[in-house]
């Protein structure tokens, strides 16, 4: 098995890959509708791609790469972020005038930054900026990455945890091409789900209706427009249960009877940094 995951080596995703699957291959690719398409094609690969952050929010863009490829959920994990500031070895920290890193790092870290004084410099990603500052050698540059980027591209980290609020925590999800889904044990389980709702009065109501009959949670609710239309909109849905639980068979009929179109993302354990 081989694992694709959006960024340059090092890059927090890389990091998630290494702790799931130790000892697994792992390729980097540039943008994270590669990473789909490479698995839509052939199912000995698998994706790690980030879809919320409990700071920034959903990742834009996902949902419509999860709706065109319908990649098959295998598992949650979910990755506490610190964030790093790294220059060459050979760099005295007082000619350092700049700070390079993905938008979402600077936005993260502006405590320090403004502390130090440093002009951001906004990049594609953490450890493409870490990279970038090795490989071309740059003195009056530092980089915002993780320690897994420091240690590749030969990086001295000056101060550890610059995040300015702690806590930072990205939820990812492990995905392919083949539907596996865990056999029905007493164990929390997540059924995620994408459907469509009629353009009608209180079409999303009734889409609910059942959850709330059988006493079933949602963990995420989210929607985006389909096709560039402001007139039709998907969701994906997070339930808690497993697809085999009768309750969740019932909830799910009802949401079919008022859907244009429903189909069942994955069926995964519940990561244990949930608290059910």
Known sequence: MKIVYQGSPGA????????????????????????FKICSEDEKFRTIIPVENSIAGRVADIQYLINKYKLQIY????????HNLMILPNTNIKDVKAVRSHTQAISQCQKIINLKKLEPIIAADTAGSAKYISENQIQNEAAIASELAAEIYKLKIIEKNIEDTK?????????????EHPEFEKKNYITSCIF????????????????????????????FSDQNSFEQYLFICDIYGHIEDPKIQKSLEELGFHTVSLDILGVYEASSYRKI
């Not at 890389?14 to 980097?28: D, N, R, S, V």
């Open 167 to 179: 806590g930072n925590v990205t939820r990812f999800l492990i995905m392919g091409r083949k539907a």
């Open 196 to 223: 469509k709702v009629k353009n009608k009065p209180a079409a999303l109501y009734k889409c609910l209706g059942g959850f709330a009959t059988n006493n079933v949670n949602l963990s995420k609710l989210e929607s």
């Open 75 to 82: 598992a949650e994990h979910f990755e506490t972020i610190t």
């Open 12 to 35: 927090y995703s890389h990091l998630a890959a290494k702790k799931i699957y130790t000892g697994c291959e792992t390729i980097p690719c540039t943008t994270f509708e590669e990473c």
